[in-house]
T-cell receptor, first 113, second 109 residues
Framework: QQQVKQSPQSLIVQKGGISIINCAYE??????FPWYQQFPGKGPALLIA?????SEKKEGRFTISFNKSAKQFSLHIMDSQPGDSATYFC????????????FGRGTSLIVHP | NAGVTQTPKFQVLKTGQSMTLQCAQD?????MSWYRQDPGMGLRLIHY???????DQGEVPNGYNVSRSTTEDFPLRLLSAAPSQTSVYFC????????FGPGTRLTVL
């Protein structure tokens, strides 16, 4: 049972283009939605996160869009750069100190120069 | 402040051997966890701990054992390694946010 579904599995974008990664969740108790970025040979690192009380959060070229009624959220990378080439994971978890985050299966992004 | 550290970085085992993957954090986080990462499967939770002396199973616990005697350390033990345990293993600790270690790449022959 996959509680967080992520698509696409891989994505190729030209430099300067927009990269879009989508995630859908099932558990309505989730109330925190982070995105992680992982470079080859490294551990995942928090990129940006959102709570469902807002529909959008932007940090530089990275934006999370959140649709609570559809139980969907997405990561948009504007003006994609070759340095953005990495694997991106969405995740979801509920409140509380020990609530376990659930991860999507990841999207491998390649940005061509 | 080193964050989350893992040792070793690489390991090759023969089927049936046992070993311990080490994980330590210096952020005084109560919550720690172990994940394995396989191509196309994302990050799958093996075991987690909500504090010293408290551990629980995740999604894929079979073949692995953990203990949490201190807040800082959370070792993962492979009892009898199998080729299916070839993977990259990540330790993580969580306060407000979750921090991952650099990973251990394990190959079981």
């Amino acid at each position: 049972q996959q509680q967080v579904k992520q698509s696409p599995q891989s994505l190729i974008v030209q430099k300067g283009g927009i990269s879009i990664i989508n995630c859908a969740y099932e558990n309505t108790a989730f109330d925190y939605f982070p995105w992680y970025q992982q470079f080859p040979g490294k551990g995942p690192a928090l990129l940006i996160a959102i709570r469902p009380d807002v529909s959008e959060k932007k940090e530089g070229r990275f934006t999370i869009s959140f649709n609570k009624s559809a139980k969907q959220f997405s990561l948009h990378i504007m003006d994609s750069q070759p340095g953005d080439s990495a694997t991106y994971f969405c995740a979801a978890r509920g409140s509380g100190g020990s609530y376990i985050p659930t991860f999507g299966r990841g999207t491998s992004l390649i940005v061509h120069p | 402040n080193a964050g989350v550290t893992q040792t070793p970085k690489f390991q090759v085992l023969k089927t049936g051997q046992s070993m311990t993957l080490q994980c330590a954090q210096d952020m005084n986080h109560e919550y720690m966890s172990w994940y394995r990462q396989d191509p196309g499967m994302g990050l799958r939770l093996i075991h987690y701990s909500v504090g010293a002396g408290i551990t629980d199973q995740g999604e894929v616990p079979n073949g692995y054992n953990v203990s949490r005697s201190t807040t800082e350390d959370f070792p993962l033990r492979l009892l009898s390694a199998a080729p299916s345990q070839t993977s990259v293993y990540f330790c993580a600790s969580r306060g407000q946010e979750q921090f991952f270690g650099p990973g251990t790449r394990l190959t079981v022959l």
